[in-house]
Every structure is written in structure tokens, then in C-alpha cells.
């Protein structure tokens, strides 16, 4: 293979790549664009909250790159954890400062994540049957 030959085919990948990218680019627009017409929708016609809720919470977690689902998987072990051998059972909001910490959400950007989200999350991981503690947290007063 001659260095000619080789630059040709760098150059070939990258302009592959410069496509590509473009194209994910534009396909994050879309796709961000129409999650916020959904909420705009939703919130337009009240319908039921959860289901904005469920919206959301979607949303968040397809935005969640490998490390941080990993982290919030971590977090949910912890408290798990606590709970068995300590007995600590965190009050909802604990649980949610603690997540939204987990996932380094910045003071002036968290109302834009509601508690809602964490009772969601909670109650998939109590669906499948992973997160017992999850039940002690929503009934804590």
C-alpha cells in the first residue's frame, strides 16, 4: 500500500466521518424538537401528568450517556445497601438531591427535574422487584 494510497483513504474516512457526524447532528435536532412539541402538546391539553412524568423520565434517561446510568445504577445499590444493613431509609427528597446529585446536576438547573422523576424511577425499580426499599421511601413521611 503506498503512502498515496494511504491519504486517499484517511482522507476518504474522515470526510465518512464529517458525514456522519453531520448526520447525528441533525437527527439529535429532530428528535430534541420533537420531545419538546410533545410537551408542549401535553401540557397544552392537560392531560394526565404522569404522563408528562413518564415523558420526562424518558427523556432523561435516553440523555444519560453509559456512565451515568452506571452511576445512577450505583446509587440505587447504595441506598439499597443502607437500608439492609443500617436501617436508613432516605425521605423522598433525600433521594432525589441524591440522585440529581449522582448525575451532577448544577443548583440553577434543577427544577427542571422534578421530584416526579425520582418517584418514577423508584417505582420501575419496585416493578422489577430490584429495589425493595423503594416502597419504605414513597410511604416515609
Known sequence: MSVEHS?????????QIERMDTKVADLTSKVELL???LTKIIKD??????LLTD??????KNDLSAEERA?????????QKEYKFEQKV????EFHNGLLKTLSIEAEE???????????????HIELD???????ILNKN
Open 130 to 136: 430490584v429495589f425493595p426499599v423503594g416502597n419504605e
Open 71 to 79: 452511576e445512577v445504577s450505583f446509587f440505587l445499590i447504595q441506598t
Open 45 to 50: 391539553q392537560e392531560v394526565n401528568p404522569d
Open 110 to 124: 434543577q427544577n427542571n427535574y422534578p421530584i416526579e422523576i425520582s418517584k418514577r424511577l423508584i417505582k420501575e
Open 35 to 37: 420531545q419538546s412539541l
Open 55 to 60: 415523558i420526562e423520565y424518558v427523556m432523561l
Open 90 to 93: 432516605p425521605s423522598l427528597s
Open 7 to 15: 491519504s486517499k483513504s484517511i482522507e476518504e474516512l474522515e470526510s
